[in-house]
C-alpha cells in the first residue's frame, strides 16, 4: 500500500506557480488576480477563504475578497457579479457557496463571465467539460486528477467507480475519468444514494472515489484487492484530544488501506490540492489559456 501524499504534491505544484507569478513580477507585470464574494459569516465558508487568501500570498498572486452580510440583496449581489465581469484588475473570482436561501445560487453563477468562472461551476464550463472542449475544471475533481497522474496511476480501461453526484465533485470527476484522455479513459459508474447493491459495484472497482460525505462510510468488506482509493470526504469528529477534535474521510481507513494499491489520507490528500487547482484555473485566466 502506497499513501498517496497531497501534502507534497501540493507543495510542488505551489513552488511551480509562485516560480511563474514571479516571472511575470520580475517582468513589471501585474501578477495574477483571485476575488471571491463571501456573503454571511459561514465558519466553514470563513476558513476555506482565509486558506485561499493565504495560498494567494504564498505564491505571489493578489487576493481580494469582497465580503457582504447575509441580508444583501439578490440584485446587490448579482451587481458584484457584473462589477466582477468587467474589472480588468481581477482575472478570476468564485462566489463562495453556499449562499442564503434568499438568493438564488444558479442564477448568481449564470451571472459569472465564463472567462473568470475559476470555480468551473458556470454552465458554460460544465458543458465545455462534458463535450470535451477546454474549460475551467472545478478544483477539487481537478485535484483528484492531478494526483492520480502525479503517482503515474494507470487509468486508461479501468472501472472507476464513483461515490456521489453532487455538481462540484461527484459529476465533473466522473466526467474527467471517462473522458477520452489520460487520467480518464475508465469506464466508470456513478453512485448516488437510490444506488442499490451499492457494496457490490464497489467490489468492483479497480480506482474508487468516494464523495458521500458519510464518515467512514467505505469499509474494507467494500473494496478489492489492489484498489485505488480517492477519500475526498472532509469530516470534524469531535474527540477528547487537546484539539477537541480530529478530521477524518469518507473512507474507513483503518479496514481499507490494508487493502489498497494506492490511497489517499484524510487530511493530507485531496484536500490540500482543491486550492492549488484553484490557483492553476487562476493563472490560467490570466494567460487566457481557455478563453482568449
Ligand atoms: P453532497 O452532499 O453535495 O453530495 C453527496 C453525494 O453523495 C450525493 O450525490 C448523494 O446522493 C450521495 N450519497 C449520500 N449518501 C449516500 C449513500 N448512503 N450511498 C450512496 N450515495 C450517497 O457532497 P459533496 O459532493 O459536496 O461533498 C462530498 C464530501 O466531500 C463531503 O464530505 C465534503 O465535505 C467533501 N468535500 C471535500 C472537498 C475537498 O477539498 N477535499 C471539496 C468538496 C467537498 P444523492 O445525489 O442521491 O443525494
Redesign the pocket.
Known amino acids: 500500500m502506497e499513501l498517496i501524499d497531497g501534502k507534497k504534491i501540493a507543495e510542488e505544484i505551489k513552488r511551480e506557480i509562485a516560480r511563474k507569478a514571479a516571472e511575470i513580477i520580475d517582468a513589471e507585470q501585474t501578477p495574477p488576480h483571485l476575488a471571491a464574494i463571501l456573503v454571511g459569516n459561514d465558519p466553514a465558508s470563513e476558513t476555506y477563504i482565509a486558506s485561499k487568501e493565504k495560498a494567494c500570498r504564498a505564491v505571489g498572486f493578489t487576493s481580494s475578497v469582497y465580503r457582504y452580510p447575509a441580508e444583501i440583496s439578490e440584485q446587490q449581489l448579482l451587481e458584484v457579479v457584473d462589477f466582477l465581469n468587467t474589472d480588468e484588475e481581477v482575472h478570476g473570482f468564485i462566489v463562495q457557496l453556499p449562499l442564503p436561501r434568499h438568493i438564488d445560487a444558479n442564477k448568481v453563477i449564470e451571472r459569472i463571465n465564463p472567462a473568470k468562472d475559476v470555480d468551473g461551476f458556470h454552465p458554460v464550463n460544465v458543458g465545455r467539460l462534458a463535450l470535451g472542449l477546454p474549460s475551467y475544471v472545478p ?2 475533481p481537478a ?1 483528484i486528477v492531478l494526483l492520480l497522474e502525479k503517482y503515474g496511476i494507470e487509468t486508461e480501461g479501468k472501472h472507476c467507480v464513483v ?8 459529476t465533473p470527476v466522473s466526467l474527467l475519468m471517462s473522458r477520452k484522455a489520460v487520467p480518464g479513459n475508465c469506464t466508470v459508474t456513478l ?5 442499490t447493491n ?1 457494496a457490490e459495484i464497489t467490489r468492483q472497482a479497480d480506482i474508487l472515489i ?6 467512514g ?1 467505505v469499509t474494507g468488506d467494500m473494496v478489492k484487492e489492489g484498489v485505488v482509493v480517492v477519500d ?4 470534524r469528529i469531535e474527540d477528547n484530544s487537546e484539539k477537541g477534535y480530529h478530521i477524518t ?2 473512507v474507513d481507513f483503518k479496514s481499507v488501506a490494508p487493502k489498497s494499491s494506492y490511497i489517499t489520507p ?1 487530511p493530507g ?3 490540500l ?2 486550492i492549488v487547482s484553484l490557483l492553476l484555473n487562476t493563472l490560467k485566466a490570466y494567460n487566457r489559456e481557455i478563453y482568449s
Open positions: 478544483a477539487t485535484g461515490l456521489g453526484r453532487s455538481n462540484i465533485v461527484g453512485c448516488h444514494s437510490k444506488t451499492l468516494a464523495a458521500i460525505g458519510q464518515p462510510f475526498v470526504g472532509i469530516h474521510g469518507d484524510v490528500g485531496v484536500g490540492m482543491t
